[in-house]
């Protein structure tokens, strides 16, 4: 049975490849710290409506209706406006924020596996139930 096809699967899937391209940048902050001239980027979250679309899948019946052109796997990488003065080499990463950041996104990620599980467990025992 392939659990990416249900609505809870697939949005905690969807989250969990957010918050792994969220980890990726994150990393990339900490590694850029002492480069000068280098801005700390963050990625966007998609909206409760991209994410719902993104989880559907469409299908056309005819050649002229639109298709999906958003990929669920791809985010939008920013730099959002330093908040804090940069440092004389104009570099804007704060290593206590991307570490805080980080902290989150590996929180969150831990809470998505668990719900994951949680949903696998159910389903493997009212399976189990309803073949016995």
Do not use: C, W
Not at 19 to 28: C, F, G, S
């Amino acid at each position: 049975m392939d659990f990416k096809n249900l609505s809870v699967f697939n949005m905690a899937h969807q989250n969990m490849q957010y918050l792994t391209a969220k980890e990726k940048v994150i990393a990339e902050n900490i590694a850029n710290a002492s480069t000068p001239g280098y801005l700390a980027r963050d990625v966007e979250k998609p909206t409760f409506g991209e994410e719902l679309v993104a989880g559907m899948a469409l299908k056309t019946t005819n050649p002229k209706h639109l298709s999906s052109s958003k990929s669920s796997s791809a985010y939008n990488v920013y730099t959002p406006q330093p908040k804090e003065a940069l440092t004389i080499d104009g570099n804007g990463v704060i290593l206590e924020e991307q570490m805080n950041e980080a902290s989150k996104a590996s929180s969150e990620y831990k809470r998505m596996i668990t719900i994951y599980n949680k949903y696998k467990s159910m389903l493997q025992m009212a399976n189990t139930k309803i073949n016995a």
